[in-house]
């Protein structure tokens, strides 16, 4: 299989560029990385009444893998949210997906249901 040209997925559709903004705006990493050890990279505050405050965890052996997790709570009628996590795998599309997928979870437009 050969390698996915990110910028004809992605190139600078609005999703990309939110999901962009956001990693502009959160994205804290540390200064040196220690090899699969596990670092809260990004904090994303609830945007929407509907969404979850979120993590964006980063990890390196040396290539980068992600869990977002998005944090309890409560949404637009009171009614208790659970947390849950979601993990990725390392390919080139991985960084920008994780931050339009966190951006979506903490507005609310996406969910984990049983």
């Known amino acids: 299989m050969s390698e996915i040209d990110v910028t004809l997925v992605f190139g600078q559709s609005a999703p990309y560029k ?5 990693k502009d705006k959160h ?3 540390p200064k040196e990385f220690e090899h699969a050890k596990d670092y809260v990279v990004a904090r994303i505050p609830k945007g929407g009444a509907d969404g979850h405050a979120v993590e964006i965890v ?6 980068a893998f992600y869990k977002i997790v998005a944090k309890p709570g409560c949404n637009s009628m ?8 979601l ?24 969910e984990v249901k049983e």
Do not use: H
């Not at 993990?87 to 996406?110: F, K, P």
């Open 18 to 22: 939110a999901g962009q903004d956001l």
């Open 27 to 29: 994205y804290k990493p």
């Open 58 to 63: 980063e990890c390196r052996y040396p290539a």
């Open 78 to 85: 009171g009614n208790a949210q659970r947390g849950f996590t």
């Open 87 to 110: 993990t990725t795998g390392s390919d080139g599309l991985t960084d920008r997906l994780v931050w339009v997928i966190a951006l979506q979870i903490s507005r609310g437009m996406l």
